[in-house]
């Protein structure tokens, strides 16, 4: 019976010898590759972190020189920022509120390299909508009207549609496009909620323009018409 057993252990044994044998290679790269990709995402995951906290500390630097109104610390942080950890939200939004301080300051030139820089650097799409608003607004300000137009036909975000239409009538009002800037900011006000603040604001600039916002027909009231009601 002894004997018996032994026979059939070492049968097991011979057939793990000849499986391993046959798949060891590949089970072992697989492995190795499976473990690499944990240490891979581990470091990433670190990385990330260490960035960010990194990053943080350097807002902080920005906050501190904005709130002094030290326009020179400022520019260095800005820069240092930046320089060394451009991809972090931390970044994006450093840059944003040192260019909104720098423009307040007089220092139209770096705010505009600073909405710029986010404009087109910014990994977040959110930050990168917020960047080009204002930059359409300080362009516009430079009397730079097709660079602001350009800035606003950029890709936005759905949820800032309103607030793009918005701008582009700011900039064709200050233009002398009235008509063009009617539509867009009819185009801006129906888009609005209708309980939004925001709303009761370019309502106003509606009536500037000889409109009566409440009165006008909506956008998909007026393709209704044009369609005879058919969708």
Do not use: C
């Not at 977040?124 to 909508?129: H, M, P, R, T």
Request: net charge neutral.
């Amino acid at each position: 019976m002894a004997n018996q057993l032994d026979l059939e252990e070492q049968e097991k044994l011979d057939d793990l010898k000849h499986f391993w044998k046959q798949y060891g290679n590949l089970i072992t790269w697989a492995l190795i590759a499976v473990f690499g990709s944990i240490a891979a995402w581990n470091g990433w995951q670190h990385w990330q972190r260490s960035q960010a906290t990194q990053a943080a500390v350097l807002y902080d630097e920005v906050e501190r020189a904005a709130q002094a109104g030290d326009i020179a610390r400022l520019e260095r942080a800005l820069t240092d920022i930046r320089d060394k950890f451009a991809g972090t939200a931390q970044t994006q939004q450093a840059v944003l509120l040192g260019a909104k301080v720098l423009y307040e300051k007089g220092k139209v030139e770096a705010s505009r390299d600073a909405l710029t820089w986010v404009a087109g650097k910014a990994s977040d799409e959110g930050y990168q909508a917020v960047a080009r608003l204002r930059l359409a607004a300080v362009l516009m300000e430079g009397k730079r009207y097709d660079e602001a137009l350009a800035q606003l036909n950029e890709k936005f975000p759905p949820s800032f549609a309103a607030l793009v239409s918005d701008r582009k009538g700011d900039v064709l009002a200050a233009q002398g496009k009235s008509a063009e800037a009617r539509t867009a900011y009819q185009t801006a006000y129906n888009t609005m909620e209708p309980g939004a603040d925001y709303r009761r604001l370019v309502e106003v600039k509606l009536n500037a323009l000889g409109v009566d916002a409440q009165a006008a027909p909506s956008t998909a009231a007026a393709s209704a018409a044009g369609t005879g009601g058919k969708p």
